[in-house]
């Protein structure tokens, strides 16, 4: 018997249709980025270092062994882009890893605990919070100076309190609902309630904070090295290439596009797995 669709079912298939694209798309982008960094040893084993000058900005297309053609020392453009994204990529996740786990820490305990704690706590993130960015990258990087180790320091060191305070709020929620309150009352020492009731309950909101700052911390690497506060310039990065290429935007276009759109795609792909993410785990929000 052929059923007929209703306005009601329409329009409750399409947010599972926009859902499927999100995830599809994200994972397409960012694993294909991920999967093509993780082979760049075994595609590209000269690390994209290899010099040609006497093909130095090639054009796109122009050669089989250049596609995306090459950079002002005759270096491939393609090989360069894959092989730098080891270094945002690295820098977006370990930052994101240290930052989250740092922050969560500083959130559970001042927001199970309040009082004392709480109030250090959030002074110190108030304080972190009234700090300008840039100003306080210059100065870190000035005396510690640059280097891939520094810069994702600095990062977890920035960004602990965004999470801190996600965290917080949760447990803030947490320790007065039922369930808690009836172990505590069964005796059950704090330790194994953080463990058992606070923590599985605040992990989603936490994953979806570190799926969108991956995304965030990979613009924010490119941005510094693009200033000359991040990586060793000899290091292939994406914002070392948009650097190295900003002079020959009107003459090699290429050089500084294509890591362009590396950064925007990955970037993209990110923050739709973060959207998708945050669709399945918060469906209230």
């Given at each position: 018997?052929?059923?007929?669709?209703?306005?009601?079912?329409?329009?409750?298939?399409?947010?599972?249709?926009?859902?499927s694209?999100?995830?599809?798309?994200?994972?397409?982008l960012t694993?294909?980025m991920?999967?093509?960094?993780?082979?760049?040893g075994?595609?590209?084993p000269?690390g994209?270092?290899?010099?040609?000058?006497?093909?130095?900005?090639?054009?796109?297309?122009v050669?089989a062994?250049?596609?995306?053609?090459?950079?002002?020392?005759?270096?491939?453009?393609?090989?360069?882009?894959?092989?730098?994204?080891?270094?945002?990529?690295?820098?977006?996740?370990?930052?994101?890893?240290?930052?989250?786990?740092?922050?969560?820490?500083?959130?559970?305990?001042?927001?199970?605990?309040r009082?004392?704690?709480?109030?250090i706590?959030?002074?110190?993130?108030?304080?972190?919070?009234?700090?300008?960015?840039?100003?306080?990258?210059?100065?870190?990087?000035?005396?510690?100076?640059g280097?891939?180790?520094?810069?994702?320091?600095?990062?977890?060191?920035?960004?602990w309190?965004?999470?801190?305070?996600?965290?917080?709020?949760?447990?803030?929620t947490?320790?007065?609902?039922?369930?808690?309150?009836?172990?505590?009352?069964?005796?059950?020492?704090?330790?194994?309630?953080?463990?058992h009731?606070i923590?599985?309950?605040v992990?989603?909101?936490?994953?979806?904070?570190?799926?969108?700052?991956?995304?965030?911390?990979?613009?924010?690497e490119?941005?510094?090295?693009?200033?000359?506060?991040?990586?060793?310039?000899?290091i292939?990065?994406?914002?070392?290439?948009?650097?190295?290429?900003?002079?020959?935007?009107?003459?090699?276009?290429?050089?500084?596009v294509?890591p362009?759109?590396?950064?925007?795609?990955?970037?993209?792909?990110l923050?739709l797995?973060?959207?998708?993410?945050?669709?399945r785990?918060?469906?209230?929000?």
């Amino acid at each position: 018997m052929q059923t007929l669709s209703t306005p009601a079912a329409a329009e409750g298939a399409r947010p599972r249709l926009r859902l499927s694209l999100e995830l599809a798309l994200g994972v397409l982008l960012t694993g294909g980025m991920a999967a093509l960094v993780l082979a760049s040893g075994w595609l590209f084993p000269d690390g994209g270092a290899a010099m040609d000058l006497t093909a130095r900005l090639t054009a796109p297309a122009v050669t089989a062994a250049h596609p995306l053609g090459t950079d002002p020392l005759g270096r491939d453009v393609l090989a360069r882009v894959i092989v730098g994204g080891r270094i945002s990529l690295l820098v977006g996740f370990a930052s994101v890893l240290g930052g989250a786990l740092l922050g969560s820490v500083m959130g559970l305990v001042a927001g199970f605990y309040r009082g004392f704690w709480d109030v250090i706590v959030m002074r110190c993130a108030d304080v972190q919070l009234a700090l300008p960015f840039i100003l306080v990258a210059i100065t870190f990087i000035a005396i510690l100076g640059g280097g891939l180790s520094n810069v994702i320091v600095f990062m977890i060191a920035s960004q602990w309190v965004q999470y801190a305070r996600v965290v917080r709020a949760q447990v803030l929620t947490l320790r007065e609902r039922e369930f808690v309150q009836a172990a505590r009352a069964f005796g059950v020492r704090d330790p194994a309630m953080m463990r058992h009731h606070i923590v599985p309950n605040v992990l989603g909101p936490l994953v979806i904070l570190m799926t969108l700052n991956v995304a965030n911390n990979i613009l924010l690497e490119s941005s510094l090295t693009f200033l000359g506060l991040g990586v060793d310039p000899m290091i292939p990065s994406w914002g070392g290439m948009l650097a190295d290429g900003r002079t020959y935007m009107q003459t090699a276009w290429w050089v500084s596009v294509f890591p362009g759109l590396a950064i925007m795609l990955t970037v993209l792909g990110l923050n739709l797995l973060g959207d998708w993410l945050r669709d399945r785990l918060d469906p209230k929000g």
